[in-house]
């Protein structure tokens, strides 16, 4: 007989659980090893069941007894408190000693010392002083208002050295040493701490064309003159207006000074608002650039501006008589008008009839008062001769310069004249200074304007003088303007002129 059975996974609910219950007891068991019936066995029994619940319980002395058991196999097993056997340690000598406590980091109270040899040893004994290095290496500057015997000082240079170079380097620095100068200076072994180190050496360039060097041997300075080409060919830059004059010029490469120069003299010709884009320029300047690749920018020499509309411009600086101007390419120089006063101060009377502060009537007053501090400098108004300077009665200390074409000022109640008679004073030379000598109330300057003999009022006559060149000096003017303009633009290579190189001179 078969029994069939109706239960399967497609049936739901019921039917299915009795399916799963069924198939799970038809499932064989596999036999477990020894591991796992342990394992199984500890879980059951619970040999280390928490001490804190069940106090008294047989679970709970099964467990203390499990505590009991794995304290007593610990202590079993424990290596003990008894010292290892070793070698004993080797015995240090007192060289190895010293050698290994100047190795130690120890305290500075403690006597502490480092390095390998530097245990206190009888063979390392403490200096009395400590040595000098036998040569000293030093580099210095020249400062913006620094001469070259106190930078040598500064540098530690003894003052009988430093008289010694000046002595001998004198004839090749008359106008000082140029600030930013760099002075490369050995100091030697001195014999003694109470005295300077000797100098051994200075080098240092004292122009652009020379430099110097000095050294000692047998205790003796002397010094070796190297010379150095320089290049003097002018520099002259072209170019067009563009934003900007000056940035078109600075982007061209002219130095800052020489543009700045440029446009003061092109300002006295022209409006610099005026001009306008398109425009070129044209500046030469002094320039030297020497075979070491310095460089020295001199004054303004030339400037030009050509047009495209308005009045073009062509200025050369010229000395006359003495005097450098700016100079037009006809000839004509610069316009030059008096001084708006020939003392630093204020008017405080004017030209005509007032009533005298000392006298105490009505008189005319033949001239215009400048009050101003008590020894301050009096200036020429323009260009002459003194006709005058002394005495002169109520005028106190006066001078009178006469000018040319009828003209003359006169300058009293001066506390110290600085003039005499016959000399040729320019605009703006100190011819005095301001005192109260003669009729006077307090410090003041008294100026007089003559014309024709006749004074006339100082504020009324405004007089300028303009330089004019001919013959011979002005064929020189304008060769000299020739050779600006035919210059090549921008910097020059062989073909400049050279300053030649001289022997190397030597001295003592």
């Known amino acids: 007989m078969f029994q069939d059975s109706q239960f399967g996974s497609q049936q739901g609910g019921a039917p299915v659980s009795l399916w799963l219950a069924d198939s799970l007891a038809r499932t064989p068991v596999t036999p477990q090893d020894w591991r796992s019936r342990l394992r199984d066995w500890a879980d059951e029994v619970e040999l280390v069941p928490d001490l804190g619940q069940r106090i008294g319980s047989l679970t709970w002395f099964r ?23 070793g070698a004993p340690g080797p015995q240090l ?3 190895q000693y010293d050698e290994v406590r100047s190795q130690m980091i120890t305290p500075l109270a403690l006597g502490a010392d480092s390095g390998h040899r530097m245990g206190p040893t009888d063979a390392v004994q403490p200096l009395r002083e400590t040595p000098e290095r036998p040569q000293i290496e030093l580099n210095a500057q020249v400062g913006s208002s620094d001469s070259l015997p106190r930078a040598l000082s500064r540098a530690g240079v003894s003052s009988g050295d430093v008289s010694t170079v000046m002595a001998m380097v004198s004839g090749d620095i008359d106008g000082g040493v140029k600030p930013g100068t760099r002075l490369d200076i050995l100091l030697g072994r001195r014999a003694s701490r109470d005295r300077p180190r000797p100098l051994d050496r200075l080098a240092f360039r004292a122009r652009l064309d020379l430099s110097v060097e000095l050294t000692r041997a047998g205790g003796v300075l002397s010094v070796k003159r190297i010379p150095i080409r320089v290049d003097n060919t002018p520099l002259r830059i072209q170019g067009v207006v563009g934003d900007s004059i000056y940035r078109s010029a600075r982007a061209a490469g002219a130095p800052p000074s020489a543009v700045q120069a440029f446009l003061r003299v092109i300002a006295q010709q022209v409006d610099l608002g005026s001009i306008a884009a398109g425009d070129r320029y044209d500046i030469v300047t002094d320039y030297h650039r020497a075979e070491t690749g310095d460089v020295e920018v001199g004054e303004l020499l030339y400037a030009g501006l050509k047009r495209a509309r308005g009045k073009s411009v062509d200025m050369l600086k010229w000395t006359k008589d003495g005097r450098t101007e700016w100079f037009e390419a006809s000839g004509v120089g610069e316009r030059r008008g008096v001084l708006t006063s020939p003392v630093a101060g204020r008017m405080s009377s004017t030209f005509g009839m007032r009533r005298h502060p000392i006298l105490g009537y009505t008189r005319m007053h033949a001239g215009v008062d400048f009050a101003a501090r008590y020894g301050s400098p009096i200036y020429a108004v323009t260009d002459g001769v003194i006709s005058y300077a002394g005495r002169h009665g109520g005028h106190g200390n006066y001078v009178r310069i006469e000018h040319g074409g009828g003209l003359a000022t006169g300058y ?7 003039a005499a008679p016959g000399q040729r004073v320019r605009r703006g030379q100190v ?6 000598t003669g009729l006077s109330t307090g410090p003041h300057l008294h100026y007089e304007l003559y014309r024709n003999g006749q004074v006339v009022n100082p504020l009324s006559v405004k007089f300028t003088t303009t330089a004019q060149l001919a013959g011979g000096e002005l064929a020189a003017f304008r060769a000299k303007l020739a050779q600006y303009q035919g210059l090549r633009v921008g910097m020059h290579g062989s073909s400049a002129q050279k300053t030649p190189a001289a022997p190397v001179a030597q001295g003592k």
Do not use: E, N
């Open 63 to 85: 467990g203390l007894a499990t505590c009991f058991g794995l304290c007593a196999t610990a202590l079993y097993l424990s290596p003990g408190f008894q010292p290892v056997p």
């Open 431 to 436: 011819i005095g200074y301001v005192g109260s």
């Open 412 to 418: 009293a109640h001066m506390s110290r004249i600085a």
């Open 93 to 95: 000598s007192d060289a």
